[in-house]
């Protein structure tokens, strides 16, 4: 994965260069995605949060200082986004969840299991409060450190050990993991 | 926690995010753009919709108009016995749902083409409407 800290991108994409803003995209697309999806759990949903990031990229990068890194910058506009999402869309989603059809991948037994354990993980996490819960996407979608997230969520890094600690101990009971 | 780690791994993004971000931005530019006028235009064809509207089924019971909506839609609308809003029918318009109540309607339709699930469907409704399906 390409890391972007490439200033010449990042003005290319202030003056609406598409290539530049196609890079940019490239190398983020999947991780904004993944977040979004492991916080929400919903593939729809998690789609319409990147769309929405991505636009906010293409539309209001100018807001963008410089003052802390690029990535943490956005990873900070994703975050703001899963966490606007949840108040917006919590009743809709509570009521539907019974309804969604999952596209069922091929039959093979040791693809059925990682599902079902994907699943449970997936399920486990959509029960932790929601400021528990982008912490535990940031370090283990991520594989962010503690300084990082702390930078990305805005509180200190003993908030964030507390945070993905007690997460930890939520899940552990949840999944039944000695 | 490693079990974490594997099943919390990151995944590629779907193709179809490129094209959704390069559309025209229609989630974002109604919004700026007309916002006042497409106020106006939405209070005024609830209204019309209210003295309009004919249903394809009489009914003010909410498993019947689920069960009919479900039947020739495929939609499943969650419609509640709570009665804080009195249900007059439903009928289907150009495979979009109108679930009519005492002073209007909710029109639900296909957002795009894929599985029917909730968030692949636009719901259009003021304030009184969501009791129909929340408590």
Sequence with gaps: VTVLDDHDVIAGCRTGDREAFRALFDAYQDRVYSIALRYTGDPAQALDIAQDVFLKLLNHIGEYRGLSGFETWLYRVVVNRCLDDRRRLRRWTRMFEGIFESASEPSALDQLLRHEMEARVQNAIAMLAPEQRIIVVLRYTEGLGYAEIARIVGCSEGTVASRLNRAHQLLKKRLKVR | ?135
């Design chain 2, 1 to 135: 926690m490693e079990l974490l780690a594997q099943n919390l791994r990151r995944v590629e993004a779907p193709e179809e995010l490129w094209d959704r971000v390069m559309a025209p931005q229609s989630r974002e530019r109604p919004r700026r753009v007309g916002f006042w006028a497409m106020a106006v235009a939405a209070c005024a064809s609830v209204a019309m919709a209210g003295i309009f509207y004919r249903p394809a089924v009489n009914s003010t019971d909410p498993s019947a108009i689920r069960a009919w909506v479900k039947a020739r839609t495929g939609i499943e609308v969650p419609l509640t016995d709570q009665r804080r809003v009195a249900l007059t029918g439903a009928r289907v318009v150009k495979g979009r749902v109108e679930i009519g109540y005492k002073s209007g309607t909710v029109l639900i339709s296909r957002a795009d083409g894929r599985a029917a699930h909730w968030a692949n469907y636009a719901v259009d409704c003021e304030a009184p409407a969501c009791a129909l399906c929340h408590s």
